[in-house]
Nanobody, 121 residues
Framework: QVQLVESGGGLVQAGGSLSLSCVAS????????MGWFRQAPGKEREFVAS????????YYQNSVKGRFTISRDNAKNTVYLQMNSLKPEDTAVYYC??????????????WGQGTLVTVSS
């Protein structure tokens, strides 16, 4: 079982940037495709972006394409989410998780505590 710890959230003005990190425990991190998800207040958790096991393929929700970039460092057991041009509607708790493949955005493992991103207008 991979355990996940997200960090990097905070308060930022609209148009600003944040970089999130997710560190995974265990020796099998590179065996998993990874995804970022978010849950806004009063809404269902939704898929944001995913990355293949090697990092050479990525997939994004339409609303974040061109603004967010997912990447990973398998040597550090870490997946990142660079968020630029943030909008108030990006406000949410952000989570990472393993996924079966990048185009199948269903999380496989247990959720971590997430990291809160708040974008002010």
């Amino acid at each position: 079982q991979v355990q996940l710890v997200e960090s990097g959230g905070g308060l930022v003005q609209a148009g600003g940037s944040l970089s999130l990190s997710c560190v995974a425990s265990g020796r099998t991190f590179s065996s998993y495709a990874m995804g970022w998800f978010r849950q806004a207040p009063g809404k269902e958790r939704e898929f944001v972006a995913s990355i293949s096991r090697s990092g050479d393929s990525t997939y994004y929700q339409n609303s974040v394409k061109g603004r967010f970039t997912i990447s990973r460092d398998n040597a550090k057991n870490t997946v990142y989410l660079q968020m630029n041009s943030l909008k108030p509607e990006d406000t949410a708790v952000y989570y990472c998780n393993t996924v079966r493949r990048i185009t199948d955005p269903n999380a496989l493992g247990a959720w971590g505590q997430g990291t809160l991103v708040t974008v002010s207008s």
